[in-house]
């Protein structure tokens, strides 16, 4: 291939547009989609960050994460997740700071804290199941 | 509508580039070392076509994982792991291809430097994608 200066410029903007273009398209159908959800739920999309440490997540913290869900939570929204008492907890579209704040504090006459019987590592276990529902 | 449809298409529409972007980056590097002209044009026209075809699934792979995640475009755990190699794995995929077909070179030539390096690096971010693609599946 001959080196033509201009026609590697021209090549470069090309294949940069193209890309931008395919990324910002992918990313304002994802934001579409995000709102489409949060509308037709009750819950409230978080922010996402880039740069949010990785949640350990492995076979073993998950069956570990169901065990505790199926002791602490299963009563109120049901053995499969489904929900009875509580809300559906399937396709969850808030952030892992969320679920840990809510089991440690509740929500006012809706659901109780569980503050003293689950720790940090126990509600990222559970948190680690409900991502695989 | 099948309620997995999403979930298929995603199986289906990631399967190409995984396969085709190492086969386009394994037949460039041919056709750079073959010492054979005739062979050569046939190792850069092969990998022309595989790494188009890999960069269009690319697009319908995509979409389909973003229905699938309700628009969740990082998330948490494993999904968060695959979605940072995803992103810019299609984004080099769709660079190369871009490239391949702007840079002037005729199907049967080199693509230059830019070519080999743009389509090397989508074949790590894909087959890195992949293996926490298929971690969700297992760990499911």
């Known amino acids: 291939m001959r080196t033509n200066p201009l026609r590697l410029r021209r090549a470069t903007l090309l294949a940069g547009t193209t890309t931008i273009f395919a990324l910002t398209a992918t990313f304002v159908l994802g934001k579409a989609l995000q709102h489409r959800a949060a509308a037709t739920s009750h819950q409230i999309v978080q922010p996402e960050v880039l740069f949010e440490p990785v949640a350990q997540t492995s076979p ?23 929900g009875d008492e509580g809300p559906d907890l399937h396709d969850l579209q808030v952030s892992d700071r969320y679920i840990h704040n809510l089991i440690v504090n509740g929500r006012p006459h809706e659901m109780p804290s569980f503050r003293k019987k689950l720790d940090a590592g126990k509600i990222a276990a559970i948190t680690a199941y409900l991502r695989t529902l | 509508m099948d309620a997995l449809i999403w979930s298929k298409v995603h199986g289906a529409m990631t399967h190409f580039p995984i396969a085709f972007a190492p ?110 693609g298929g971690e969700m599946m297992i760990a499911a």
Do not use: N
Not at chain 1, 60 to 82: N, P
Not at chain 2, 38 to 65: D, E, K, Y
Not at chain 2, 75 to 99: N, S
């Open chain 1, 60 to 82: 073993q913290i998950v069956a570990e994460g169901r065990r505790l869900y199926l002791d602490s939570c299963a009563h109120c929204h049901a053995a499969d997740a489904t």
């Open chain 2, 23 to 132: 086969c386009a980056a394994v037949f460039d590097a041919a056709g750079m070392l073959c010492p054979r002209k005739r062979w050569s044009r046939h190792f850069h026209a092969v990998s022309a076509w595989l790494i188009s075809i890999a960069a269009a699934a690319s697009v319908p792979a995509i979409v389909s994982g973003l229905v699938m995640t309700k628009g969740q475009m990082l998330g948490h755990g494993v999904l968060r792991l695959h979605h940072l190699f995803v992103w810019p794995a299609f984004a080099f995929l769709i660079g190369a291809a871009a490239w391949r077909w702007f840079s002037g070179a005729r199907v049967w030539e080199s693509a230059g430097f830019v070519y080999s390096a743009l389509i090397w690096l989508s074949v790590g971010c894909v087959l890195t994608a992949a293996y926490w």
